[in-house]
């Protein structure tokens, strides 16, 4: 399709373990973001990427979570020693470098 | 940081009516974009706004630029059952930024339309 996508759509693990999160943005975009979205609230801001510049990281909660984005294209969001408050959906949007941010459908990780 | 204050929190109406929500700021916004988020999907872009003043529609749905850059609205006509979902404001993070990304969103809308 020629939509963002993210897989695995669904992620239950167990605390304390890690995961990666991939998402696949649409072909030409340059610039990739990701966002945390908790149970009936709005959208939490995680990292960006932009073309070959460093990813503006600000949004991360903890050195626990990171990101990279490999050949300006597939970017794999991973947080490692997973916690119960990491339990949300994990989306990703893409745009070209002054577009509107077109989202994936997300990825729902529950942590046991 | 920026906040967006949308109101209302939650709406019940019936098909055929009309709907307004709006969204506020304390900093100005030099972009505002209103998007629609179904269960289990991401959010859609429904209307990109870029300047003060600046009324677009989008089919039914209509949305405004404040004069003030500190607010933005959404009005949809003739409610029907597949509007039905979580409308939500967003804005560049830094303020009076003018460049998409880093976007901060308002608490969401949710819109139930009775049949």
């Known amino acids: 399709g020629a939509g963002v996508s993210q897989s695995p759509s669904n992620k239950v693990t167990e605390k304390g373990k890690d995961v990666e999160l991939r998402c696949d943005p649409i072909s030409g975009h340059t610039a990739l973001y990701w966002y945390r979205q908790s149970l009936g609230q709005g959208l939490e801001f995680l990292i960006y990427?932009?073309?070959?510049?460093?990813?503006?990281k600000s949004g991360l909660p903890s050195d626990r979570f990171s990101a990279e984005r490999t050949g300006g294209s597939v970017s794999t969001l991973t947080i490692q020693r997973t916690q119960q408050e990491d339990s949300a959906v994990y989306l990703c949007?893409?745009?070209?470098?002054?577009?509107?941010?077109?989202f994936g459908p997300g990825t729902r990780l529950t942590v046991l | 940081g920026q906040q967006l204050n949308q109101s209302p929190q939650s709406m019940f109406i019936q098909e055929g009516e009309d709907v307004s929500m709006n969204c506020t700021s304390s900093?100005?916004?030099?972009?505002w974009l209103w998007y629609k988020q179904d269960p289990g999907e991401g959010p859609v872009l429904l209307i990109a706004l870029y300047k003060a003043g600046e009324l677009t529609s989008n089919g039914r749905l209509t949305a405004q630029f404040g004069i003030t850059r500190k607010d933005s609205f959404l009005n949809i006509s003739a409610s029907i059952p597949s509007d039905v979902g979580i409308y939500f404001c967003a804005g560049p993070k830094r303020a009076g930024g003018t460049s998409y990304g880093k976007l901060t969103f308002g608490q969401g809308t949710i819109l139930t339309v009775h049949p």
């Open positions: 949007a893409s745009s070209y470098q002054q577009g509107a941010e077109l």
């Open positions: 900093s100005i916004f030099n972009t």
């Open positions: 990427f932009q073309g070959n510049s460093a990813p503006d």
